[in-house]
């Protein structure tokens, strides 16, 4: 009895991947114009997926790492590698395969973003490192350590404030800007605000 249920197991778990292999070799196609350049700043993903809501949390996809990205799946789904690790991109707030490409060239950049990260001071270099934040920094240095926010939370990112979602409890924090465009204070429950923010 414990073989067959194994010996099912094993044959059920080959049919599943043959499957999923060839719907994704049906649907996946190559890109025209591969996405490639670096990483523009701190990203995050979750069982492989870097999504476009940004939700922080998961594992730290360090600022500077080149990237590149050579098939889309649905108009949604891109898929390559960033430091050489293989990952996916999902635009969770696209409409179209040029709104995908949009966003994936904004956080793809052909600039390597470390050597402007190397001319900050030290302990915004260090927070930045850890994907964290203090008062005082530049919307530019918020922007390299968290990521874009959610396009669908923050449309403007000229706004006074920018919304970030956190995997503390699904609780947002909301980050407020001056006058000199330095952030000034976050906003949001402990856990979540602790999540983030540097401690110096």
Known sequence: MKNR???FGKFGGWIALAGAALLSGCVAVPL??????????????????????????????AAGEPARFEQIKKNYYLYGTIGGTELALRDD??????????WANRII???????????????????????????GMTREQVLMSLGYPSPADTPDLNADSWLYWTSIG???????????????????????????????
């Not at 600039?111 to 994907?131: C, F, H, M, N, T």
Request: proline letters at 6%; aromatic letters at 8%.
């Open 5 to 7: 249920v194994s010996k």
């Open 32 to 61: 025209v114009q591969p996405v490639s350049g670096y990483t523009c700043c701190n990203l995050r993903s979750y069982d492989g997926w870097i999504s476009s809501n940004n939700v922080q949390g998961g594992d730290l996809v």
């Open 170 to 200: 699904d609780f947002p924090v909301d980050l407020h800007f001056g006058k000199d465009q330095r952030l000034v204070s976050i906003v949001g429950r402990p856990s979540a605000v602790r999540m983030i923010e540097a401690v110096r």
């Open 109 to 135: 950049v052909a600039e390597d973003p470390r050597p402007k990260l190397a001319a900050w001071p030290s302990d915004v270099q260090k927070a930045i490192r850890y994907g964290r934040i203090f008062t």
């Open 93 to 102: 707030n696209a409409r179209s395969k040029e709104d995908t490409l949009r």
